[in-house]
């Protein structure tokens, strides 16, 4: 076993690397994420949460202001604009926001209709209006910007026999297929899998193997969403992140983190370790031309205990330092491990980035940007907390069908 | 290796005696399986899901007419009782419906107050409204002739550091010791435990082994509850009924069944034969004069995708189903098998038990009962689920504060 | 909702339909599920356990000729095969005991070179020794006349950094692509996943998308092997047994059954309802013309507390008997039900067939293929283990490496 | 929410404190842990690998020599003390190695009359040699000098039916009495549980549970052993381990890593932060007068890949990480945060202990206890390993019973 040499002589010129790469991060957080939401329990209701799509993006933008690397929001079409209205307002809510709409969600899980699924429906109606929406989101997309379209389904079953797996994957194709022909080129449509929930005998997409499938079937412009709440225990997702970046597969991500289900947690919150080792494969990949491709890096929260706005800085926060400690690990010594068979050395290599104090680093590259060393203490100096607790005051509804 | 002989000679009294326990069963099920319910992600009405109290307990009635052996209703206080009115009314109702009260549940978990908990909240507040409204809970027992208080708390935190595990100890030991104190003798305090949900870091009362312990604390009147979703993966249930038998612990329990989570399905739909484990080591402890103690056999599932009457039909049929074939098991072939350490004789006794199709035994059962063999076609006979379409309609409330 | 007519008038004839597809069936047991073995804690030796390649050929003859449906036997070409000797033996001995040579399996995972992995070492010596010694399979299958090449890999990793994921997943694709080309064109490779063991951290085919993947990747003869024991918890396997199936990719089984790991109990023995669940996929392809693919059934366990043959008879009795009920699903009935969005009558559709004691049914196909009823009972009456024991004794060995 | 003030002005007397707490932490390391070892697909050797007891407490102290705070080491008898000459020289070699011995560990799995349990067995002979073990290892306890006898045991089933639960714990009650009733008064005896393997289908200890109600029926002197791999996935560990506290049950720890089961990996290898939470437990414990109780930290760990000491010094190194960070955490800004409900500042004052790099503070403690600043580097740079690899070279045995 050997270890790796003290910090190369030209440490320095990295670290402006470094900086510069985590300058440089988009992040886009959910507009679901500033409003009013809960469990199966109840929701507990917080005094200034965002029910217009326009106070959604005000907060995000907030986000944004105190962070710098979270521009893009994602919209929920039905929560976030239940008429034409709501939509004509988008632009320029956002441009006074100071952000830019992200990934557009449909939902196709709400209504009624959906009550046995939606692309992959016994029910013809409920597969047309689903293919309709879809397409409906598209236009949508089209009208504020968006180039991403992101599918989650709520399809599965509650029991065994209640559909057949064929008839509903073969649905599934056919229906997804004619939304994937309706986008315009330069779209991407992203496909999420999930375990279980709201389905829990099966879900039609259940893990990443489903996804990829059926995204190869549809084309190049498919790609694959990893919801890191959404696996089996024990599931190794940095494993399943690097199989997918070698196969072109990869999309985007939904950050989050649980420990026993999709807990929708504060990503990195309960097992940090494991979102810096999803973000090495993910640096790594940057580094490498033939791997590196395009990913989405999007937050799906939604924060019952913790205030909204201070919930999202900390979540942004937390990306940065896996981020951070990632850009750290110096590759050329773990490959030589690696190739030397030397395991210890090979792990103290990630270890001794991991147990880096990110943190003066992260100071110094907001203050770069021109931005306060601790966004969240900046946050609640900054006096916006007070002001939409008393200005919006504390209301139920969540916008949109969800109200 | 050795095998059981064929059934002894004297099987026809034995049979007579399987029968006789079958029909002796007393099953509860929840006022709550008979309103609209859904998850996280929306619910899905049925035309004729019961509202109010009285409509609950006119469906459990019906439930009761066609099996014979679900008398007992649960009621979760504030669903069903909003007000004095409600609770009024329940003694004649049920008298109506040709059922009776059975379990009084609490609901400590949706008022925006118990948002850090009941019993374990650091905000004393919160701990005394927990108390009180449990302290209402045994009047209200009192009132409609119910002697058992089933406690299911939502407590637990969602982020390492949230709260002290020692200092919600010991908070919910001192509340709930205070709910004890002011049981009548003759009441019986059933104290549920669950993995996780809607804490997604930790649950107060997360497994057996928290309850069982709190149970000795309290004293000779706390028994444990086991629901059946409320486990970790791969955990064998039936031994911890055993223990707890063994222990004089065993208060009751929440039927439902699983896949992935707290799925609440229908009993015994997803791993039968886990069930029929479970009801095995019921029935040896029920033959045994030292292990026989009183249990309470309560159903809790509510379902969004099949109808609310026959999903609760089909239930208990399941429990039958389960406890038919626990019964026919030859438990001197068995025991003898164990102690000689035949591994696979003993484990041919339960599969052959389990292997018998019990469906006919049921259906005289049934018959002698004086009731239709197939209770499930005899509802679905009956017209009434056409009645309460009609009658009642489309509604989207669940009644009382769910409502 | 709407329930299935009672058994159509032509039972008649779909009843001997059942039959020969029952006696039709093929099942391949192990060739070290008659050898000593156990777990890391020790092994139990059995007096009579075969060592040899003929006395595990001898032990299988057994059991085919007890159950009529298992004329296969898996080899283990390390453990079975130490030297030419021994192979050149075996069509001999196979032929007196009975059967034939089923899979040829590779063993790259004892040898000390194998610490780091066979096809996805670091170090090249063992990438060589791997790629040899499975084209020394192909020859062995080409000199025993087998037609399958069954890969399970030991591959993986037990920390962080040991190992580059990308890299490991590129040496695997180019090793296993040279043995894929050196295969003749009428053979079959089958590629099995396990989410872990030996591997503590990641395991390189992990699940069932990675096989899919390389399968692809390989080509035709290349298909998937879903060992029952290797999934995460929760995992619907049956939903992957279908998807499988539309893709194409269904290579075949490993039987066996588990409740936390890879346990290795018989198959059956924990979830028989989940085991049916999955032969109701399999029954439901085969009368698809579309669908129906040739798919190797084969058993994957080792018995340390049972007895070794009776373990297995008990294995080939119960997938006879998951297969004979869900050959018994009324598949018109089944669609019906599903088409019509009746999700109750669809799940009972499953659990009447399921309910059904299928053992006279197997006792009468038995019968008519000219065998004991019940060949457990056959066994023990047999004096074969007797025999064995007091020919054989106790020994410590498994034959070849394992020795 | 309210964050904590920056470090107290008084910071350098708690640095003083927390110094002293590091140096005075006592780790026990397994004489298992220096002999090969393997999973049951095989073992690989490592040239130098320790076989007898005086080469495994040799290197048990060159891990003592280089951390300062690892003078323990656990025996396990079967495997260390094959006769009584090997007994006889404990003494001589330990005061060599410059340890002494830590608990004894009795071995009552791997016998062949085991083979159904030990205390649990069917079987009467079997339950006395396991009674008659426990008895010896108290006496040789005596001999040695150790005060703590640490029981794990293999006790489980693979079938339902194999045996009855509970015969099997009244027999283990039973024997586990008498051997409690034969040990001195200042000997502690530690309950192990675990939720599967060997057992496959149940675990007579399966979790804390059992362990905790077994322990409160024999006396104060049997308290609770957590091993950090032997929960269902999910379990909140930290709480099991408050809980113990508050019960006065927690006995001890046998320190290791999982991502899937049993992994046996380096503690804080997979998932550091819950490691971190774990000694946040121990270190508030340890400040509260009305909780500290002593507790053994033992490591149960055996190496496959990594070279056994630099391994088990990484072990030591990374438990002293844990609670170097542990100690950091600022109590009363937590317990403020907690009693005022302020989830998110809560949170972060353990996140900011955990973020702290203790690297630098480590180098420090171990500078003035006359340490090298890095142990492993110490140890690569010693030649030991060179030195034990030439004079030991590779044996395939690993002592005792294990050979």
Known sequence: MSRSPPAASDRGLEIER??????????????????????????????????????????????????????????????????????????????????????????????????????????????????????????IADAVGSKVLSIWLADGTNYPGQ?????????????????????????????????????????????????????????????????LGHHAQGVNIEHIVSTLVDEQLLGGFHFNNRKYADDDLVVGAINPYEFFLIYNELAAAEEDPERAIPVEYMVDQSHNLKLKIPAMVQTIMNIQTAYAKALLVNRPALAAAQDAGDVLAGELELVSAYETDVRPLLAVVREEMGLAPDPLAAYLASGYQERIEAERGERTGSGGLGA
């Open 18 to 139: 470094i900086k510069a790469r985590l300058k440089s991060q988009v992040i886009e957080t959910p507009s679901w994420g500033y409003a009013n939401s809960g469990t199966r329990f109840g929701a507990f209701r917080q005094p200034g949460a965002a029910v217009t799509i326009a106070e959604k993006l005000a907060d995000a933008g907030q986000v944004h202001r105190l962070t710098g690397v979270a521009p893009k929001v994602a919209m929920h079409v039905l929560w976030d604009l239940p008429d034409e209205a709501a939509l004509e307002g988008v632009p320029a809510a956002a441009a006074e926001a100071g952000v830019r709409v992200g990934s557009i969600n449909p939902n196709v899980f709400q209504h009624q209709s959906y009550k046995l699924g939606s692309f992959c429906s016994p029910w013809a109606a409920a597969r047309a209006a689903t293919v309709q929406h879809c397409l409906d989101c598209i236009a």
């Open 163 to 227: 559909d057949s797996f064929t008839a509903r994957k073969r649905r599934l194709e056919e229906g997804l297929g004619a939304v994937y022909q309706a986008m315009p080129a330069d779209m991407l449509m992203l496909v999420e899998y999930k375990l279980f929930e709201p389905g829990f005998y099966m879900t039609d997409l259940c893990d990443w193997g489903q996804s990829a499938l059926l995204c190869r079937r549809l084309g190049p412009q498919a790609k694959v969403l990893v919801d």
